[in-house]
């Protein structure tokens, strides 16, 4: 913007340079031909005088030496009388720089003329300005009288006229020039303004501004600029907003998500996905899809979404890791304004999740008709047989209703444990929260599983750190976690084993540790032993009248009273379960 003020000011400096040396010439050339012909009418009515003079007094022969010097000195120029031929008769010789033969030369070449009476004639670095009138005497001429005198005051005065000028006209030259710089200022300034703005404007920055000074066409310029800055940095606000929108919708979406355009090159991936796949964003970006993705049916699935454009979904069971994830992939192209295509769209939703809990309840679906069909089974046959003509049989009879009773008892556990788990888990579940002593409920624990520890010789033992151990919680469940626990131990530990219960209290929390040396269980099998109907040992399970279910209600239990149970055992050596629980319940978490 600098180089249109300077070009601006450049060529109101040479036009009004140009104006003013016009101006100048002009005034200089009016002066000097005013005063030129000033001069020469000094000069006629000078000449006109000597010459009436002259013819009064009777002709050039009745005048003197005296008369023409008096002349001379009066009109401050040299007088010369001639004869026709233009012979000098009388001069005062009033210029002494002017040779009297060089003189008396000039003086024939002029009078020659008849075209024109004054001559101007450089003489040695002098003008000098001749004018000769002839000289009538009884109707005839007698000679001529010749006035000379030097241009020097002209020129003096010519040069004080250029030196005026020149001043003057510097001296406005300046003024209009501070007066233009000023004009400039005034209307270049806006524009500057302006067009910084334009420029910051067209980079991206929309916070740029320009001054509102005037009511011009400058002003309205500046408040126009202004109006659309205003309109596009509240564009690109909204912009940003949908695009932060976008963006956080994007990329904190719980499902994976690829964007690919028409050409194959990958343009968006999110958290999720990189997520899923343990991928980076620089692997994926600006890629093309079949050089990064590995998975064959995924590339196949992207084919047939590039040739069919049409909506795909499918599941796709896919390694990722070590392991291998469940996704539902929900595949859509994407068309353009016009029906032009911009590319497609895949959406991964993990459904691992969903498949291990339809895998659970396909198992517990199974495992539940089983252990049902087990003593059902068992009663139907011996009923069948009794009613088949056993009942005459005492001894077979007897037998035969002891064992429907049993298949009976197990089949009310197992109907019962199932309610109770179910109870359990329900969302409103809810624990008589009461302050007692925990000691009493292990001593209750180890009262009540004594005598099935005395069948197999097992050492039932508990011991403490402190006499009393008081807690906030349900009693009552609290005795049923203890007794699955402790029942379990003694059931997968060999005669003569041993079952230590071990109460530790720290500041905030109480901690029992059942510990047995069974038969222990495989380190695989510890993450599932709290699945429903998971046995360590089927046929040991089932013979002791277990359901499959004393644990997972442990766990549900455990949680249910904010603790936690923790299970570390050695095949061949025995178990140990530990179950923290806070002294205090907290009821907000």
Request: a negative charge; aromatic letters at 8%.
């Amino acid at each position: 913007m600098r180089k249109f003020r300077t070009r601006l000011l450049f060529a109101l400096i040479t036009l009004i340079f140009a104006v003013l040396i016009g101006l100048g010439l002009l005034l200089g050339q009016l002066y000097k031909s005013y005063y030129l012909k000033s001069f020469d009418e000094r000069l006629i009515k000078e000449s006109e005088m000597i010459a009436s003079y002259v013819e009064e007094e009777g002709g050039i022969q009745s005048l003197n030496n005296e008369s023409i010097k008096r002349f001379s000195s009066i009109l401050d120029a040299r007088v010369t009388i001639t004869n026709v031929a233009g012979v000098i008769i009388y001069d005062n010789n009033q210029i002494m720089e002017i040779v009297n033969d060089k003189h008396q030369e000039t003086i024939k070449e002029l009078i020659k003329r008849d075209s024109t009476n004054h001559q101007l004639v450089g003489e040695k670095g002098h003008d000098l300005h001749y004018y000769w009138r002839p000289i009538e005497y009884l109707d005839h001429s007698e000679g001529f009288v010749v006035l000379s005198t030097r241009m020097t005051e002209i020129n003096k005065a010519y040069k004080q006229i250029w030196w005026i000028l020149t001043i003057s006209l510097g001296f406005a030259f300046f003024v209009i020039l501070l007066l233009g710089i000023k004009i400039a200022d005034r209307y270049t300034k806006p524009i500057e303004s302006a067009t910084k703005a334009a420029y910051e404007l067209a980079k991206g920055n929309y916070r740029a501004r320009t001054y509102e000074d005037q009511m011009d066409e400058t002003g309205m310029l500046s408040a126009s600029i202004n109006v659309l800055a205003r309109n596009l940095q509240e564009m690109k606000k909204m912009q940003e907003m949908q695009q932060d929108r976008l963006s956080a919708l994007i990329e904190n979406m719980g499902s994976g998500l690829i964007l690919i355009d028409r050409k194959g090159y990958i343009h968006i991936i999110n958290r999720s996905f990189k997520e899923f796949f343990q991928v980076s964003a620089s692997e994926y970006i600006n890629k093309l899809y079949y050089d990064v993705i590995d998975n064959k049916e995924i590339i196949r699935l992207v084919e047939e979404l590039f040739m069919t454009e049409q909506k795909i979904k499918k599941q796709l069971n896919i390694p990722v890791g070590d392991g291998r994830k469940h996704f539902e992939i929900y595949g859509v192209p994407i068309i353009g304004t016009n029906d032009v295509w911009r590319g497609i769209l895949l959406v991964f939703h993990d459904i691992t999740d969903l498949k291990k809990l339809e895998q659970m309840r396909k198992d517990f679906v199974a495992n539940v008709s089983h252990e049902l069909k087990t003593p059902i089974t068992s009663i139907k046959g011996f009923s069948e047989t009794l009613l088949d003509g056993a009942m005459e049989d005492k001894q077979a009879l007897e037998a035969f209703l002891h064992i429907i009773l049993q298949e009976s008892d197990r089949l009310q556990i197992l109907i019962h444990d199932l309610l109770e788990l179910s109870k359990i888990e329900q969302i409103g579940f809810h624990l008589n929260i009461q302050e007692h002593d925990l000691t009493t409920t292990m001593q209750e624990v180890v009262a009540i599983l004594s005598n099935k520890a005395a069948e197999k010789n097992i050492e039932l033992t508990l011991e403490m750190t402190s006499d009393t151990n008081v807690i906030e919680g349900d009693a009552d469940r609290l005795k049923q976690i203890f007794l699955n626990l402790v029942s379990n131990a003694i059931t997968y530990t060999p005669n003569e084993g041993k079952v230590l219960l071990l109460m530790n209290e720290s500041q905030s929390t109480i901690t029992v540790e059942v510990i047995d040396t069974g038969i222990g269980i495989e380190k695989e099998e510890i993450s599932r032993i709290f699945e429903r109907f998971y046995r360590v040992d089927k046929a040991r399970s089932r013979n002791s009248g277990g359901t499959g279910l004393g644990l997972a209600i442990v766990k549900h239990l455990v949680e249910a009273h904010k603790g936690k149970v923790i299970v570390a055992s050695e095949q061949g050596k025995g178990t140990k379960f530990v179950v923290e629980l806070n002294k205090k319940f907290n009821r907000k978490r």
